[in-house]
């Protein structure tokens, strides 16, 4: 777990759906610590044409994930 990320980068509650996506999009970049994205979240980023690979991490829909 990348705690240095996660101090700097604490969600206020409550969040709207969109911090929440762009929180969990730059967590999967920093950090490791949480394998599975919410459902909302997953269907949120596909929305936007961007997936979620089989480890969490999130990448461009036209590519591949950059992380594994
Ligand atoms: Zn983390
Ligand atoms: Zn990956």
New binding site residues.
Partial sequence: MNKSWHDTHKLRMPTTLPERVAWHEAH?KHCNCRKDLPKTIVAALKKQGKK??????V?NGTGS????
């Fill in positions: 999967s979620v690979c089989s480890r969490g991490h990448y994930c950059s992380v594994c």
